[in-house]
């Protein structure tokens, strides 16, 4: 679910009961669904990381991946759906790192990668049906060496050219979504709780303000 700024709404799909039947079906629907380009939050963030070993969880189309390894970190990218970890294996491929990109696919609700990790990315890992999300998320963050940092990019509001589709949906804040996850907090801490806004351009050609939510969250312990 990486390198986009687009969750898909409901109106996208006639059937939610199975997770990986919505995603293969979201990717199959076009060659390629997201820009390619690392996003932006997690380029500026890992800019200033020394590389060791990355996780990257939605990882979509494998631009993060991509760039991530480009730094030089060691990634192993999750997705739910095996077509868009193909479209990751190709991006890799073409970026010249695939030595450094590991592909697994997981449904994180059921399933999560083995090992520890300096840098774990969920970028946008959200959905038009509901899924464990703050489970995974303390998953990812046990699973953070001692100084490793959990960074999280979600929707902070609906999109200017999509508002009608995420009428009833709630865009929880960086704090509530910080503390929804329940992490003790002798063992973690909340390095940055922000809700940026950026300028983006949707489909149509329609500009309007976007919304992120922005955590990062480091083991202390």
Known sequence: MSTHSHTPSPADSDDHGDAQDFWENHYAAREQIWSGRVNAPLAG????????????????????????????????????????????????????????VTTERHDLSRSFPAGSFGLISAQYLQAP??????????????AL??????????HGAPPPWAKDHHAHHHFPGPREVYDGIGLDPAGYRA??????EREATGPDGVTGTLVDNVIAIRRLA
């Open 191 to 196: 390095e940055r709780l922000a809700s940026p």
């Open 145 to 154: 060496t001692v100084g490793g940092v959990l960074f999280i990019v979600d």
């Open 45 to 100: 963030f890992a800019a200033a990381l020394p590389p060791g070993r990355a996780l990257d969880l939605g990882c979509g189309e494998g631009g993060d991946a991509a760039h991530l390894a480009g730094l030089g970190w060691q990634v192993t990218a999750v997705d739910i759906s095996s077509l868009a970890l193909a479209r990751t294996r190709a991006r890799v491929e073409a970026a010249g790192v695939a030595d450094r």
């Open 129 to 142: 049906f509901e899924f464990s999300r703050p489970a995974i998320f303390r998953r990812a963050a046990a």
